[in-house]
């Protein structure tokens, strides 16, 4: 099970909440093309062999940009609302025993949809279920040495003894200790914790990896007084805790197991790790002059951006905004931002939508305009605006449009003019572009996905 979620406001102004930093598309893949996060772990998990039994579990904000990045193929499992990783992981436990009647004894093992990692990790990944057998564990996870005391990851503290058969240890084929037990488990200490467990402990940080079997995670709902048929645990749903897996079960469990991994492995969470491995210091359009080093620039709109004489710098440029940012103080991006903004730009299953201007007039009107993309064959979700007119005009392609269920075919130059409570949709026959112009009542009223917009914004 792999969990897909996140607000996207650490690599803002690329990401938001329909468009988190999995769905990037900013590191090389080994053929020199650009891919993103989810890209990258789909593809390593094809060469391992294993994706045919993953299922992403995602929320409705990013469940059309999965499937347009990774096909329809792609099993999703989708929340009702999102609710931190405990909520999600028993969602898609309950889904897996009552739709995929999945056996209490099978072993299940969750990951996040992010991780970089090298391909070995999907290997080691494989050893899970043999790890809980021989360990007789009721969770399993996947601990690396920790690189400094950071307080975002959790903390695995092992067992330590002479005997390693005493301590749970158990060895490999190559003799190197695989698997042990766990004494202890700290989710995102303070600093100061974190270094007495390194130090003092030999703690691990937690790849955030969760492996077991069905049938715990079975008895660990119905002790919550919830239930475990899928149905019924989606009309529960906002019964579930809001909060972490780590803290609900993890720091819970008395009977845990651990193994080692020593490959390469690295959250790129933050615009200074991400820059570590996107390959390339330089994508979309601008200009930056050699004496500027160590320093990258990501554009994603049509206006050049240059930078001259600065070093160790990221420049972000997107559709919500644009940041300027020193290297080193860029995990402090998340602190800075305030609220939650809407996004500007939106990845769909037919295609984009990409705000090209707004403007407030007063409290009451509004003027947004959209360029929105629908690829051949597919079709806009059906909406409706009862406060606000709108205008489209179709720029290249032809299809079909559907007003209040009547069909009329357009093409480039046609202009569609609808009406407040009229309710439209668009379907390509070919690749299309659709320029839409929606004046009226300010657009978050309703509550309405793509039609929710803040104003420009910029961070240094």
Partial sequence: MLLSGGSGRRLWPLSNAARSKQFLR????????????????????????????????????????????????????VEPESRDTYPAIALAAAYLHSVRRV???EAVIVLPVDPYVDDLFFEKLKELETMLSRTS???????????????????????????????????AAEGARAYGRVASFHEKPAEAVASRLIEERKA????????????????????????????????????????????????????IAMMVYDGYWKDLGTWNTLTEEMGVAQIGKGT??????????????????????????????????????????????????????????????????????????????????????????????????????????????????LLDGVSQAVGRGSVLRISAKQQVSFEAFEDSELIEIQTGSPSREEGAQRRSYPLGSAVI
Wanted: one cysteine or more; hydrophobic letters at 35%.
């Fill in 288 to 401: 930056v002059s050699p004496d500027s080093r160590n320093t990258h620039l990501i554009n994603e709109i049509h206006i050049p951006v240059t930078v001259l004489g600065l070093s160790n710098i990221v420049v972000a440029v997107s559709p919500d905004g644009i940041l300027v940012t020193d290297k080193e103080a860029s995990p402090r991006l998340k602190e800075l931002l305030e609220g939650v903004q809407s996004p500007m730009y939106v990845e769909y299953d037919w295609g984009t939508s990409r705000v090209l201007d707004y403007e407030r007039i007063d409290e009451n009107n509004e003027i947004v305009t959209t360029r929105l993309t629908v690829a051949a064959g597919k079709r806009t979700d059906a909406e409706c605006a009862p406060k606000r007119e709108t205008v489209w005009t179709i720029v290249s392609g032809r299809g079909e449009a």
């Fill in 204 to 255: 691990l940080w937690n790849c955030g990896v969760f492996a077991f079997r069905l049938g715990y995670m079975a008895e660990r709902i119905r002790q919550a007084g919830l239930p475990f048929q899928y149905e019924k645990l989606i009309e529960d749903y906002r019964r579930l805790p809001k909060t972490s897996f780590d803290f609900e079960v993890v720091e819970t469990c008395g009977n």
């Fill in 137 to 171: 564990a009721d969770l399993g996870l996947v601990g690396v040495t920790p690189t400094y005391p950071s307080t975002k990851y959790g903390y695995i503290v092992p067992e330590v003894s002479e005997d390693a058969e005493a301590s749970g240890f158990f060895e």
């Fill in 26 to 77: 900013i590191l090389r893949n080994p053929h020199g093309e650009m891919e993103s996060m989810v890209q990258r772990v789909w593809r390593q998990l094809g060469a391992a062999g294993l994706k045919d039994q993953c299922t992403i579990v995602t929320g409705t904000l990013q469940a059309d940009t999965i499937r347009r990045q990774l096909g329809d193929e792609v099993q999703l499992l």
């Fill in 103 to 105: 056996a209490a004894d």
